[in-house]
């Protein structure tokens, strides 16, 4: 799987996991790691959010959550 390549370490997740922006909703939300892990995979690709890979979910998620980030 590619997470080696396009995802955070353990070290790095600790390290910025607490600069991630909280829901305030209240929602169970999708785990923020893998959220960013998608993110990344994204920039390195240079794919589009639409052929994003099925192990990250929907890609209308990750965009989504990829907007509340960068608004927030």
Not at 48 to 53: I, Q, V
């Amino acid at each position: 799987m590619g997470i080696k390549r396009y995802g955070v370490t353990d070290e790095e997740w600790e390290r910025i996991e607490k600069l991630i922006p909280k829901s305030k909703m209240g929602r169970t939300r999708k785990d923020d790691r893998l959220i960013l892990n998608a993110m990344i995979w994204l920039a390195r690709s240079g794919a589009g959010w639409e052929d994003m890979p099925e192990r990250y979910g929907s890609w209308k998620t990750m965009y989504s959550r990829f907007c509340k980030w960068r608004d927030d």
